[in-house]
């Protein structure tokens, strides 16, 4: 036999076969011809999988068999040829972070700037290029590609494969997975602004969305070639991943749907002359990720934010501010608020006489700078009387003795709840991605210090103590209901 094809098999052998033949790194081919031979040989029958590799007794859980026997989400990722591709990896990355799994295919274009092996190492899955794989196309791999996931993305879209969608071409493995998908698509568009204002793109794209494709992106910025700006950037990765997770997973309880809350984040700048100021480390990602966890909690939320190079979360009221006495202005505008959470680092002190014009060294020395303490936002919401939030949760950033501070801040400030962390150099938390934090509670207004509930939480991201953070308030509304 020069060749060797099957057709007709049960579902249930061809994911045996699958997984045998991926456990094993060969083709699926490869795979049948070794337990023909150790079958002529007559060595045991490998037909009966063992229990690591048996797929379930009732077969396949549908077409999404691979995914369902993970308990996990699987995306078929569709990196496209466009400068932009590198960013895919990322997106891979994240993904896998989210458990989902990810099956990449590269068109040929794409293998330009990522190469097969990059996406594999990261996927921890075989890569797929070719439209006529002996390997994977002896029961038409493409189709298992476009159905035996849950969603596929597309990262980067270029303008070429959505007119290819658009118009029904199926010349290559990308394009013959996407018109064969029965599942829902995510196309991350990424192409030079000029090429997306095309009016044929632009075609392209109503087409796209009336067939039901979603689409995120693309943003604005500079692009790829020199001097050249405007909407045509992909997505970030960790947006895409959150648009994938987001069409994946059922939707999400909304516990605190109808709830007015209140957050502040980042640093304040205090001014000494039109050119200096004084401030802190502060990035604002732990207050922002609070704002995005609470609004994805259904919350009404506003973002009270001091200098910070973060994005607005989606779906969030963000004010800009600078001062800490800008700050606790805005922050009484915008009550009232049935939960208000104060994240910021809040300068405790400012200069008592700005300096109108830049200050000048002098033969005397260092001008004199006399320092008065600005408002305290915390205190002064904590201790407002009727129009005190129901629910008042501080922070507490110190760099040692963390949790007796902590405990005499809740205390003196008169919050409900202070969210306690070590921001020492150290622990890297000040714009750092990760926090170490301590929940200490007090249930009335009266509690003494060595009464006060002390919860440590483990190593989380920033996002990670947000959504924790979130579902303890949740649960806090639900009980004093």
Known sequence: MASLTIRKLDDAVKAYLRLRSAGNGRSVEEEVRVILGELVQGRPDPAAPTAAMAPPADGPAGPSARSHAAAQASVTLIIGGGIAAF??????????????????????????FVTPLSASALSHERVYTDLFDPGSEFDAGHIRLARECDLIVVAPATADLMAKMAHGHADDLA????LAANKPILLAPAMNPLMWNNPATRRNVLQLRRDGVIMIGPAAGEMAEANEAGVGRMSEAVEIAAAAVDILRPPRPRPLAGKR???????THEPIDPVRYIANRSSGKQGFAIAAAAQAAGADVTLVSGPVELRDPAGVSVIRVESARDMLHRVEAALPADIAIFAAAVADWRVANEGEQKLKKTAAGMPPLQLVENPDILATISK????????VIGFAAETEHLIDNAKAKIARKGCDWIVANDVSPASGVMGGDRNTVHLLQRDGKEVGVDEIKVDSWPVMTKEQVAAELVARIAKSLEKNS
């Open 175 to 178: 394009s013959a997975i996407l």
């Open 261 to 267: 809350v209140l957050i502040t984040a980042g640093p």
């Open 384 to 391: 407002l009387g009727e129009r005190r939030p129901p629910l």
């Open 87 to 112: 960013k895919s990896l990322e997106l891979i990355r994240r993904l896998k972070e989210r458990h989902v799994d990810v099956r990449c295919v590269l068109t040929k274009a794409a293998q330009q």
